[in-house]
């Protein structure tokens, strides 16, 4: 243990679930070296960041209370002396990274049963979007599209609305960030997926509420539904 420099905990969300947990909470809460705790998924951030901060407190007092107290026996003494010359600079600070964008790009998809087969259907994420919803508090942070997905918006929104303003303008052909480029990066790609998103929320504010519902109909899955014997059976 005393050669351990550097520790790395991934999937640090696993803190909070059902199996394991006290595990996760009994290393974070002994491991004396620096170390980066990783997850993706987190809901509460700030809230783990308080309670390791609590814990980098409680291990300042207690060190701080021992050097000053080593007791009075030679042996102490010597062991607490030779601690000191080998001791490094300890930082009990705990600081919180936040990263707006994962480096991969994921995509949801549904699982269904056809004919004793499985079927597999692409999700889009605004499907789970509604025109009340959008009117009222916008298109959520969290929601991300792929690249594909961004192309796939694009294209049912020239269906939905073939004398859409903005058509020529945000063909990916013509877009800004897109046109005469040899590559083309993820930022272009963000950009571009923000530029779609402010254009779904414009064409409510213009009142075509009617045009929006039907493009987040468009780009709802159709799984087939199947019994629920069956559904034991195969999943």
Known sequence: VKRIRYVIFDEVHCLGGEIGAEVWEHLLVMIRCPFLALSATISNPEHLTE???SVKRYWQLAESTIEENPGSSTTAKKCTRKQKLQKTKKSYSVRLVLHGERYNDLEKYVCSLKD???VIDHYHPCAALTVSHIEKYGIPSDIAFSPRESIHLYDMMAKVWEEWPRLQ????EEFTSFKNKIVITK???KNYEQE?????????ILGQREKV?????SLKPHPVDCSENEKRIRF
């Open 196 to 204: 779609l998103k402010k254009e779904l929320i414009n064409w409510i």
């Open 51 to 53: 309670w390791l901060q």
């Open 213 to 217: 519902h039907q493009l987040l109909e």
């Open 187 to 189: 930022a272009d790609a």
């Open 169 to 172: 303008e945000l063909d990916p």
């Open 116 to 118: 004793n087969d499985f």
